[in-house]
């Protein structure tokens, strides 16, 4: 059964960095689209960080573009997102998404979101 699993999750203060690990069971991200989305109380999902590998260009969202970093490590099977400069607007379910349709722009991809496999999300919380 394909399953991705988020960690690293937690309450950090304001200003703080946390970096959030994605892993795969019976699922290579390698040559996926490969994302992070998030969903806060009362807030529409946001895509924040997309890779795809076919052109290999990231989007990020304005809200975390120069403060958050997607990467991958394909040995590993293990997506990261490294969160800097932590805000407490960035509280959200954080989870891991890929999607094989490498044919469409990372930006697309975190705009209308993917569904192909995707986490069951790790809770990061920040503190003002």
């Known amino acids: 059964e394909v399953e991705l699993v988020e960690s690293g999750g937690g309450l950090v203060q304001a200003g703080g960095s946390l970096r959030l690990s994605c892993t795969a069971s019976e699922f290579t991200f390698d040559g996926n689209v490969i994302g992070w989305f998030r969903q806060a109380p009362g807030k529409e999902r946001e895509g924040v960080a997309c890779?795809?590998?076919?052109?290999?260009?990231?989007y990020y969202s304005d809200s975390v573009k120069g403060r958050f970093t997607i990467s991958s490590d394909n040995a590993e099977n293990t997506v990261y997102l490294q969160m800097n400069s932590l805000k407490p607007e960035d509280t959200a379910l954080y989870y891991c998404?890929?999607?094989?349709?490498?044919?469409?722009?990372?930006?697309?991809?975190?705009?209308?979101?993917?569904?192909?496999?995707r986490g069951k999300g790790t809770l990061v919380t920040v503190s003002s």
């Open positions: 890779f795809n590998p076919d052109d290999g260009r990231t």
């Open positions: 998404a890929a999607d094989p349709g490498t044919g469409s722009a990372a930006s697309l991809h975190c705009r209308y979101g993917m569904d192909y496999v």
